[in-house]
């Protein structure tokens, strides 16, 4: 399979540079045998009650970091916390940078170069009274690349950049499909009968990464950290023992529970990293439907979501999608895709 085949041509005045307002005032398309145009407050008249959304609740850091090496400025960017409490980054300037220097961020917080890898990627330690605090400090949020902000990020961003469930540090990038809801919505959706549980995937820089590869069988997927409780997955089992649906809200949360399940599709307790890389032929173990954003061509997530609804089906919808003036990436529209 080749990165070729998952390419399209899209508009520059298609890309979303802000979210809607409200946020559940964003379209939605529904893709299954047939397109429909609706908005995401719709959303709950699509669901039916017994069926159950998995939303991702990680919660957006300031990941981007900026030191001076003598006359070098070097970028940081958080990755992925590891088990030891150090930190994964990726270095912009890295060759200036060798295992045992000392980065001073700011005079009350540093970080200790552990190992610099191939490809610009680092381990590091960082030395702070308090890390996150820190971080709110002395760190900028890493929007993605094609959402320009030319005087910088703005006060709106961060907390446009940031879903209602947000609750545990630790994403680079939000999980955007979670940007679309509301209380009034979480509130309609639970009066429908549609239930909503938890799982927490922290979204790491790999992210933002193009695949550089023609073959894709040659692509190594960035490793994220994820985390399911014992009674979410015991929530995701009963209900679909009962014949309700699992609804994913985002690619982020559809990986982490399809990592989480074994081949019989029983989702267990899961504290890991995943890199889970989902592309055509795989076959789907729990998620029904799948509530997400319209996605960058050429990317893994395009890849995945020709995986669940079909590929024909997928370039059939994204010409529609641009043809009607959707709103794609992070801050763009939504789509309910039904599974092939």
């Not at 298609?14 to 397109?35: E, Q």
């Not at 902000?149 to 950049?161: A, H, L």
Request: negative net charge; charged residues 25%; proline residues 4%.
């Amino acid at each position: 399979m080749n990165l070729s085949e998952f390419d399209y041509e899209l508009p520059s005045d298609r890309i979303g540079v802000g979210p809607a307002r409200p946020r559940d005032s964003a379209r939605l398309l529904h893709v299954g045998d047939v397109l429909a145009d609706y908005v995401v407050r719709d959303l709950p008249g699509l669901l039916r009650a017994g069926d159950l959304l998995v939303v991702n609740d990680t919660k957006v850091i300031p990941a981007q970091l900026t030191v001076m090496r003598g006359a070098a400025k070097i970028g940081i960017t958080l990755d992925r916390r590891l088990d030891d409490g150090s930190w994964r980054v990726l270095l912009r300037n890295s060759k200036r940078v060798r295992a045992g220097d000392v980065l001073v961020i700011d005079p009350e917080f540093s970080a200790e170069v552990l190992e610099v890898l191939e490809g610009g990627a680092a381990y590091l330690r960082f030395a702070a009274d308090d890390f996150y605090a820190a971080l709110a400090r002395s760190g900028a949020l890493a929007l993605p690349p094609y959402i320009a902000r030319p005087e910088g990020i703005t006060e709106r961003d961060r907390s446009d950049y940031q879903t209602m469930f947000a609750a545990h540090e630790g994403a680079v990038a939000a999980p955007t499909a979670g940007l679309h809801f509301t209380p009034e919505l979480l509130a309609a959706l639970q009066a429908r009968g549609v239930e909503i549980v938890r799982v927490t995937l922290h979204v790491g820089a790999g992210t933002f990464l193009p695949v550089r590869v023609e073959d894709l069988s040659q692509h190594v997927m960035h490793a994220e950290r994820g985390f399911v409780t014992q009674d979410v997955a015991d929530k995701i089992n009963a209900t679909r023992k009962a014949g309700g649906r699992i609804i994913p809200v985002g690619t982020t949360a559809l990986r982490l529970i399809e990592s989480a399940a074994d081949d019989a599709g029983v989702v267990h307790a899961f504290d890991a990293e995943t890199d889970i890389f989902i592309l055509p032929g795989y076959r789907f173990k729990v998620a029904d439907l799948l509530f997400t954003n319209f996605h960058l061509p050429k990317s893994t997530l395009l890849m995945l979501v020709s995986a669940f609804a079909g590929r024909a089906r997928i370039r059939a919808a994204y010409a529609y999608a641009i043809d009607a003036k959707y709103r794609f990436y992070s801050y763009g529209d939504a789509c309910l895709l039904e599974r092939a």
